[in-house]
């Protein structure tokens, strides 16, 4: 029986971060669980392509959209499963186990959020995050998805949009998405180099305009700024 899961990574200039997400993974490789790892790039201008080469991970790249990028990956996997990660999620010692577990039966799972940051600020966001995803049903992209490949093409993908590709998704699979109990990892840096407060209110801001119809090309611009 051939292992049964794709890993797909959007990167772009990850080369800091890529190496402790990749590493995460090993176990999933070891136990028979993950089949081939997919880096699909944006262009990037550093060592991120020399650290996917390293690990023979396959190789992706096409223009800098998250969205584009995330369809180019699954385009590219023979998994029957799909495990979407950013470059700088690491997935909590152990995943393995409960990925095992949820693969015996169809099914779309996110993981439980945690900031790689100490302090209250830190722990009130990723509580906001966990809760909006068990009562909503609206994990975003950096909590992680594991779904199988036949459900993941009836909601039909990821859209080729630069920003709330992960909400558009989530939104296709209202009621069918499930917490494992799991901690991804993931970095702090963009929420300690804007301020705690003011990067969360920028990101409920930007998803209640994404919800009232907003171009996300547009808001893609004004997020980056």
Do not use: K
């Amino acid at each position: 029986m051939r292992a049964p899961i794709s890993v797909i990574i959007p990167t772009l200039n990850a080369q800091a971060s890529l190496p402790g997400c990749l590493a995460a993974l090993v176990e999933g490789v070891s136990s028979g669980l993950v089949r081939e790892v997919i880096v699909t790039d944006g262009g990037s201008q550093d060592d991120t392509r020399q650290i996917a080469d390293d690990t023979g991970a396959v190789w992706v790249v096409g223009a800098a959209s998250r969205g584009g990028q995330l369809r180019r990956g699954a385009a590219q996997a023979r998994g029957d499963w799909l495990l979407v990660l950013h470059a700088d999620t690491v997935l909590q010692s152990g995943w393995s186990v409960h990925a095992a577990r949820a693969v015996e039966r169809p099914g779309a799972y996110y993981f439980r959020l945690q900031f790689r940051a100490d302090g209250a600020a830190p722990r009130l966001v990723e509580g906001w995050a966990n809760l909006r995803s068990r009562l909503l049903g609206l994990p975003y992209g950096d909590q992680g998805l594991l779904i199988d490949r036949a459900r993941f093409d009836a909601a039909g993908g990821y859209p080729d949009i630069p920003l709330m590709e992960d909400v558009a998704l989530a939104r296709s699979l209202r009621g069918q998405l499930r917490g494992l109990p799991v901690r991804a990892l993931t970095s702090a840096a963009r929420y300690e180099r804007a301020g705690w407060l003011r990067r969360g209110s920028r990101n409920l801001l930007t998803l209640a305009r994404y919800f009232l119809g907003a171009d996300p090309e547009r808001l893609a611009q004004h997020y980056r700024r």
